[in-house]
């Protein structure tokens, strides 16, 4: 006898599950409900339409349900609602929304993949104004398009600077609005650090839009935004984008278990606490591989994983749940930045013992005209050298070095392995020793204490305490910007010019991305010079690190000129 598959949920995860089915059993009866007007549309993609870089939002919906029932014999319902399940009987109640019409459908396998509702704080006055919109489906973004197009609204406020609030922030820019995001945290973009992401902070005030961080909004009005700060900023159309929360009202009224973090718990197999009913997708609370603790991640690529998963499980199909680590990449205008596993601050909150490599490798041979710096920094845990996680931004392939580190998070590699992997190279590529090779390199010396470093936000300390800084780059490289205190002593005289080196107190040296001054920092050891530190990042990291803050507070520059490349 076939069976009957019920799917609340027509995205990634749902889509997914259904199709998986069909595909394993031609004869199962497959029915998904979604509760808006499409299934399988691209919610990665709705941001991008508002640039025109997706030209019709038609476009992003990539499948409709004839096409379901006729390429997979899917019986796909639109604008229908599952609005309740009763467990005992295996039926749950299903509503039209456009005529309130109710019926009854029985399952065998019953799936959850609602996904999740966006944060909307009714603190907020004016939240509900017809001025303020989320970016969630199809639907949203064709109301958003529509009322800044009527309205004529020159000026858009993002509120939240996540992966969303970036790319409607970025698509509005590039579509000619004036933009303002705010943030309440002291950073945009959570999975980077903060000497990290102050790349995009940069990106961001470099391309137009302004950037208010460490503000949050305190109410809405017909043609303003009035932030905590008491600030007004006047504005045409409002999208909120502060965050998700797990839709679970389903499962709630089922009396299913809900985990620590407020997502549907499931098991090995994403079942839930109802052996007939797996959930799947935003809705979730997953395991995380390297904290081993619980999390939610809404991401589609794990959703899709898990829908596989779930279907397979029904057929009686092993799967090996290997959890999470987190791996997401963003577009930023010209910049590419990319995250895997846990960066410092997750490290810190989860107990683990690390420490951290920061370079800015060229991401391909410098010969060729298109090779950019790429700022990498790479989390590995100590002492066992296990790899932990990694950050990549970059004009360049951050991604591919980011999809490296994954995958060796993913397999327990450490840096040991990390700096034996076999990479594919050509100058128009890459490099011989790819940037993720020279990283472990650098974690290795670090690791078994050939030299000691100090880090990008602790150089404006040294500075002003007035701490003996070395620049080493050549002298036509000083004279186009520097440190206010460093003193230049080029890596090719530096081993002529010892005597001018004090050895009473610490050495910090630098160059443009610290290659030349870890040559220099083992000439002077080897030399007798011992209590000498290389600064991480070097000139680069630094004129990235300090750029914004500088920008934004007025404050007094530690650099004469900034040098971005």
Known sequence: MSKRILIVGGVAGGASVAARVRRIDEQADVVMFERGPNVSFSNC?????LSGIIPSSDDLVLMDPVVFKNQYNIDARVNTEVVSIDKEAKTVTVKNVLTNEESTEGYDKLV????????????????DGENVFIVKNVVDIKALTAYVEANNAQHVTVVGGGFIGVEVAENFKLAGKDVTLVEAMDQIMNPFDLDMVQILHKEM???????VLSDAVSSIAKDSVTLASGRTIETGAVVMAIGVHPEVTLAKQANLDLGETGGIKVNHHYQ???????AVGDAIEVFHSITRSVTRLPLAGPAQRQARAAAD???GIPHNNKGVIGSSVVQVFDQTAAATGLNEKAAQRAGIPYDIVYIIPGDKVGLMPDSNPLHFKLVYEYPTGRILGAQAIGKGNADKRIDVIATMITMGGTLEDLKELELCYAPPFGTAKDVVNHAALVGLNLLYGRFEQVRVDEVRGLVESGAFIIDVREEDEYALGHLINAVNIPLSQIRDRIDEIPTDKPVYVHCRSSQRSYNALLALKGNGIENVFNISGSYLGICCHEYFNDQMTGREKIVTEYNFN
């Open 112 to 127: 959850l993949a609602p996904g999740a509702n966006a944060i909307l704080p009714k603190s907020i006055s004016g939240i």
């Open 45 to 49: 993609g709705l941001p991008y339409h």
């Open 272 to 278: 839930t606490s109802d052996k007939d009913i797996y």
């Open 205 to 211: 005030i470099d391309h137009g839009i302004e950037l």
């Open 313 to 315: 499980h029904m057929y």
